[in-house]
């Protein structure tokens, strides 16, 4: 029967790693993964003790490599990994459906603060936000698939402060535009595109730090 | 065993090549699968394989997930749209290579 490795040994190859200065925390953690993975192998193959088989395992790991490629929290890796997320929306043809949801999303939460095609209307944008917040909420208490879900309420909510922080910039910065609604609104989807790529970013390393909390939490 | 130099010319084709015989692999999943599929000849090394993962993602050919199993977490590789077609070209220029380097020793020998 194959073992699986506990919390504490898990903990372990992870303390391992950092000691080998793996810190950035993507590459910690897919490497813990690869470690225990070969020691349920070794173990599974050859009844060895988790000190030993843990040994086994890291033969030959040369953790040099990986500081080379990594910088561990550096800014401009951080902004290089924007502009390939933006890369990816516009290499596809998905950033053309990105920019139209971008666009009538703004379009409804902007219903209540400008006048659109020149009909002032006090259609209530936060019910259809805190809706769909409620909705994805809900969806993941009552679903397994919780990761995907966290993602979209952080994306909904982040996406929700973006619109107006650009909203009240834009406000100060082209004063007279507002009075054209649709030039307006052709602006805050290209903002709200790159904010996209962005706030995707930090989903991806929230969550994962997320996660690693919990499993350092449950480990206590 | 293939020393680690020819190997690391074709290990992105050799990923690409079994993300699309698969619809999702895992990092180890990936070190196995080479090994089986090769009888123990080729052996890649973490340091080879997950720069390489992870500039095939940066390009974009990569999409990802991240999962708990087992008490960790587990990152998910499957080719993305764009990566379909380039696994494809790339594992054509491959062969097309072995080809080439096959009729030069052929030429040698004979």
Redesign the interface.
């Known amino acids: 029967m194959e073992h ?4 504490n040994e ?1 903990n372990e190859i992870r303390n391992w790693l950092k000691s080998r200065r793996i810190n950035y925390l ?2 910690q ?6 470690f ?3 020691i349920e ?1 070794i173990q599974a193959q050859e009844d060895h003790s988790f000190t030993r088989a843990f040994l086994e395992a890291r033969q ?3 953790p040099n ?2 500081k080379i ?2 910088l561990a929290g550096s800014f401009f890796k951080n902004f290089g ?1 924007w502009f ?1 997320e933006i ?2 929306i516009f ?2 043809p998905k950033w053309l459906s990105i920019l139209l949801i971008g666009f009538v999303f703004i379009a409804l939460f902007s219903f209540n603060i400008i006048s659109f095609a020149g009909v002032e209307s006090n259609f209530p944008s936060s019910i259809i936000f805190y809706s769909l917040f409620i909705v994805l909420l809900a969806e993941s208490f009552f679903t397994k698939a919780k ?1 995907k879900n966290a993602g979209y309420i952080t994306l909904l909510g982040s996406s929700y402060l973006f619109h107006y922080i650009f909203l009240f910039v834009l406000w100060n910065i082209l004063g007279d535009s507002l009075s054209k609604p649709f030039e307006l609104l052709i602006y805050l989807s290209v903002i709200y595109t790159f904010s996209i790529a962005w706030v995707k970013l930090l989903i991806s390393k929230r ?2 730090a997320y ?2 909390l919990k ?1 350092y939490l ?1 480990t206590q | 065993m293939a020393t680690n130099q020819l190997i690391k010319g074709s290990l992105t084709t050799i990923i690409l090549q079994l993300l699309s015989q698969h619809s999702q692999m895992y990092g180890y999943e990936i070190t196995q699968k080479v090994k089986e599929l090769s009888m123990g000849e080729i052996k890649v090394t973490e340091g080879a394989l997950y720069p390489a993962l992870h500039k095939l993602e940066a390009e974009g050919l990569l999409d990802t997930y991240t999962e708990v199993v087992d008490n960790r977490l587990r990152k998910y590789y499957k080719l993305s749209q764009k990566g379909k077609g380039v696994a494809k070209e790339k594992v054509n220029e491959l062969e097309k290579f072995i080809s080439s380097i096959q009729a030069m020793l052929n030429l040698k020998m004979a």
Not at chain 1, 4 to 7: A, E, G, H, N
Not at chain 1, 29 to 34: K, N
Request: aromatic residues 18%; without cysteine; proline residues 0%.
């Open positions: 699986k490795l506990s919390y898990i993507d590459i953690e897919e490497l813990t993964d690869h225990a993975s070969k192998q030959g790991f040369y490599r990986f490629n990594y990994l390939w890369k990816k290499t596809t990761t969550l994962d996660y690693t499993l449950k």
